[in-house]
Structure formats: C-alpha cells, structure tokens
Nanobody, 124 residues
C-alpha cells in the first residue's frame, strides 16, 4: 500500500500565495507521475497540474502562469506553488500519484492513489 500525505492548505486573500506539499510513502518501486486535482463545491474533481517521472509538467489552462510544480529533492514528494490566487481557486485540493509497487512472487503492479485532500480558501 501507498499513502499520500498532503499539507499546506489554508485561507489566503486574493492575490496571495500558498504552497501545497504531498509526500508519498509505502510500497514504492517507482512513481510514474504525481499531480494535483481540485474539487469545487458541487463540481467534479478536475486536474490542476501534474509531473511525470521524466520531469514533464502539465497545467490546466485556468492555472497556467499562476501555479507551478517546483523542483523537489525527493522523487516521492511533489509541491504545488500557487501564486496570484483567485476566489475561484477555492476548492479541496487532492494529491494523486501513479505508483508502481513490487510484490514478492507477483511482480510489479501499477495503482493510482489519492491523498486525503486539503482545503484552500481564497477570500476576495
């Protein structure tokens, strides 16, 4: 099993910044990708940003130029630097990871995992 632990959410005024972090632990042979999703009240969860094992990043159009995934010293930790925050960024943010785990006698298996979510609230 793999656990994702998020931190860094909170309340911030419009125009401010927050930095989220997500640390993965457990049966990790390799991490294919890590990323961030958010869920606004009454809406489906949507992708915000992601990074693959080769460092390729992708961002939703709504956050391009404002959010980034900065470099990490650990391959099992991902950050989300959020600048110029807007009230419409208010949501629960979830960390996601696609992880390859090794099981003795059974080989490797790829699974997707989610963090518990962290609330980000941007006041106007």
């Amino acid at each position: 099993q793999v656990q994702l632990v998020e931190s860094g959410g909170g309340l911030v005024q419009a125009g401010g910044s927050l930095r989220l972090s997500c640390a993965a632990s457990g049966n990790i042979f390799r991490i294919n990708s890590m990323g961030w999703y958010r869920q606004l009240p009454g809406k489906q969860r949507e992708s915000v940003a992601s990074i693959t094992s080769d460092g390729t990043t992708n961002y939703a159009d709504s956050v391009k130029g404002r959010f980034t995934i900065p470099p990490s010293n650990s391959k099992s930790t991902v950050y989300l630097q959020m600048n110029s925050l807007k009230p419409e960024d208010t949501a629960v943010y979830y960390c996601n990871a696609e992880v390859v785990s090794y099981y003795y006698g059974d080989g490797t298996r790829v699974s997707a995992y989610w963090g518990q979510g962290t609330q980000v609230t941007v006041s106007s």
